[in-house]
């Protein structure tokens, strides 16, 4: 058996079981989920599997990946036990979408960079957006389910791809400080609705910053939690040898060990 063979035959027998679990005799769970309950799974699962890559784990990335395309699947059942859409639908509206936005692959168009290869799938989006009707909604295409920080990210790169934006780093930077100005007289003032509105002014020009250093904000935000997490986990760890708990440990004696995880590079 080829390994295309291999492939749609799991992927039968997988919404063969799909098909079985929503099944009038089949799981009354399985059968009572709406398709608003699994946008939360499925936002759950897309997040493990971000977690298995950043760690590197190839056994996790495969199972995490197969929680997430049972999430799917089982969604486009739904669509399909409905007659609204079908995993047929979903595929042929997909591999047409990204026919059509690599014309360099599949037409006649010829690029040197990436950054053409960019700037053709924006002007494709552009006709897209002007074909449904909606290109007065430059931004409809960004779910607001978003995390606060990837979707400010995207609506920014947006409105910079329509010439809203800086010119250079040098830009941002300068309204960085203007922002931690006005942050900082928002303390001193004491006014809690000023002091979240300059705060939110501050992160949203840490994200354009990020933009335009080509760093994801969600990500580095991820990353330095999950390095905070390590550190005060050697904090814990180390408070416990010495039979303390942080609450009966000083701040000092904190900081040591916070700066102890550090030179050991974790």
């Known amino acids: 058996m080829t390994d295309e063979n ?46 298995s890559l950043e760690a590197g784990n190839q056994q996790a990335i495969a199972e995490e990946l197969g929680d997430l395309l049972f999430q799917i699947l089982f969604l486009a059942q739904m669509g399909e036990d409905a007659g609204t859409y079908s995993l047929a639908r979903i595929m042929a509206g997909v591999r047409e979408k990204m026919t059509r936005r690599h ?91 000023n002091i979240e509105e300059e705060l939110g002014d501050l992160l949203f020009t840490m994200v354009n910053l990020s933009r335009f250093v080509k760093v994801d904000s969600e990500t580095a ?19 416990a040898d010495r039979g303390k708990t942080p609450k009966q440990a000083t701040m000092a004696e904190m900081d040591k060990l916070w700066e102890e995880s550090k030179n050991k590079g974790i």
């Not at 027998?13 to 939360?40: H, M, N, S, T, V």
């Open 221 to 239: 935000l991820s990353r330095t939690t999950n390095k905070f997490l390590q550190r005060f986990a050697y904090i814990t760890d180390q408070l």
């Open 6 to 51: 291999k492939i749609y035959q799991e992927l039968t027998d997988l919404i063969l079981l799909i098909k079985k679990l929503r099944a009038p005799d089949g799981c009354p769970w399985d059968r009572k989920q709406k398709p608003q309950d699994l946008g939360k799974y499925i936002l759950e699962e897309a997040y493990e599997v971000i977690e």
């Open 103 to 193: 014309p360099h692959i599949f037409g006649d168009i010829k690029v040197k960079t990436v950054e053409e290869v960019k700037e053709n799938w924006q002007q494709i989006k552009k006709q897209e957006r002007r074909t449904k009707g909606d290109e007065e909604s430059l931004f409809s295409s960004i779910p607001r389910s978003l995390p606060a920080l990837k979707r400010a990210q995207k609506i920014t790169a947006v409105a910079a791809d329509y010439g809203f934006d800086w010119q250079t780093t040098s830009g941002v930077w300068e309204k960085l400080l203007e922002e931690l100005n006005e942050f900082s007289s928002a303390l001193n003032n004491n006014n809690q609705d």
